[in-house]
């Protein structure tokens, strides 16, 4: 229902040539439809995986794919996948999936050529809201483009966006930031003292911990529902022990 395919050939040329691929590149689509991006990008990488769940677009896919030697279809959810290792992405994914594909990459960042609608891409432009917060610890962002709706099928109502995500140098605080960024479904508390545990013993950070100015209703709460603010302080937090 989130997934909009590229018709516009420009575009699909656009994705692909930012994403300046290379004869040894693996490239991974997500969302691949009916190969519009996957069977472009095969002209100048080793490797395509072709994700799609839709098992019928999947096969429509599969039955193109037979034309290329380097296109592998995938069918499945991305976030469910165990992939070989890849080392771009060039995509045009259900929009629903965009933070998660980030938020995956976190750890072992690869560059991202992406189609996202408009307001996404203002989100992570700047590290002034959650998920640009996150992002901008293991990406340089920039926007390329900006196209109507019409370039898709069915047609998007409102402005998209071409942005390119590149893997920047993260420092040891930003590697601590990743690390307590990844473990969601903790509590803060516990999440930071596993990222400590790395350099002290598991009493000193416990301490630490719980004696710092973090408030107690934030400790409790999960990682992954936390606000900009308390990312700002955990991050501070985090600085001034590491």
Known sequence: ?????????AVVMHLVVAAELGSEDVVLDV????????????KFARKVYAVERDPILYKTLSEKAKEYGNVEPVRGNILRLRLPAYTKIVAN??????????IRHLRNPV???????????????????????KTHLSYAVSEKAVYDGSVCEPPYPG????????????????????????????????????VL????????????????????????????????????????????NL
């Open 197 to 240: 545990w790395k350099t002290r013993t598991k009493r000193e950070a416990t301490k630490l911990v719980e004696l710092s100015s973090l408030s107690d209703s934030l400790l409790e709460k999960r990682v992954n529902r936390t606000t900009l603010q308390e990312l700002k302080q955990v991050y501070s937090f985090l600085a001034e």
């Open 93 to 102: 994914p259900p929009f629903s999936l965009l933070e998660p594909l980030i």
């Open 1 to 9: 229902m989130d997934q909009h395919f590229l018709v516009d050939r």
């Open 159 to 194: 402005k998209l966006s071409h942005v390119l995500l590149k893997p920047v140098q993260r420092t040891a605080l930003q590697d601590a930031m990743v690390m307590f960024l990844l473990q969601r479904g903790s509590k803060v508390r516990n999440s930071l003292r596993n």
């Open 111 to 133: 560059t991202m050529s992406l189609l996202t609608p408009k307001h996404f891409a203002d989100s992570i432009l700047t590290p002034e809201t959650a998920i640009g917060f």
């Open 31 to 42: 969302g691949a439809g009916t190969g519009v991006l996957a069977f472009e990008a095969a």
